[in-house]
């Protein structure tokens, strides 16, 4: 086993992996050392899985509970005038309210948003106890190696490289290369979690999933 190499050997590696154009070498190779120091500070392992899962999935049945609520509410709205309370005539402003169904409701909306983002928080949690039961146990540092090595190629700069799938393509390599600096083992193959990943994507990409940043990964940049 070779001696574990610093960050800066692991950023020059990157580099040379990427190839970008010479103009940008020291852009990319500054924009790499970024991210190989997160990999390399943050701390896993240490959520309360069941806890926290427990604790959204609550979060999640208030959510639920609140927004059956405020449909019943919105619900008044859309009566037809005769089914509507009556009001005085000071109160001729809110009856032409009641009598205006309205054209959004953006409280549940937000409580929407909310719902998704609660259940795409859950998603992990829910893959690591089921990995505690018996599964196939998830790590979290390569799914957070491939989802910065991703985001470091596949965005729009000079160095952007198609992320592809093959064993020397940037993706893997670069994947790779972060899971070393969080790990100190090197050459580890991390095709399962970016095969993972790119599934994610395009089913985004043709509208039928999300794309969000792991609940994982803003875990570990809130312990940066």
């Not at 959510?63 to 037809?80: I, Q, S, T, Y």
């Amino acid at each position: 086993m070779r001696k574990r190499r610093t960050l800066d050997e692991i950023a020059d590696e990157a580099v040379e992996v990427i190839d970008p154009p010479a103009a940008s070498r020291e852009a990319c190779h500054a924009s790499l050392m970024d991210h190989i120091k997160m990999m390399s500070r943050a701390r896993f392992g240490l959520l309360p899985t069941r806890r926290a899962l427990t604790s959204l999935e609550d979060y999640a049945k208030a959510l639920r509970a609140v927004k059956a609520k405020a449909a019943a509410v919105e619900a008044v709205f859309w009566l037809p005038a005769r089914d509507q309370p009556s009001v005085s005539a000071a109160g001729e402003a809110l009856g032409r309210a009641w009598r205006t169904p309205p054209t959004s409701s953006p409280f549940i909306d937000s409580l929407n948003d909310e719902l998704k983002r609660v259940e795409q928080m859950c998603e992990p949690l829910r893959d690591h106890v089921n990995g505690l039961k018996g599964a196939r146990p998830k790590d979290p540092r390569a799914s957070a190696a491939a989802w910065e090595a991703l985001g470091i190629i596949d965005r729009d700069c000079p160095w952007r490289r198609k992320p592809t799938l093959t064993a020397e393509g940037p993706w893997l390599r670069l994947s790779s290369l972060l899971y070393e600096a969080s790990t100190g083992e090197d050459n580890r193959d991390l095709s399962r979690y970016c095969r993972k990943l790119m599934r994610s994507r395009r089913a985004f990409l043709r509208g039928r999933g999300s794309w969000r940043q792991p609940h994982i990964i803003q875990m570990v940049r809130a312990k940066t």
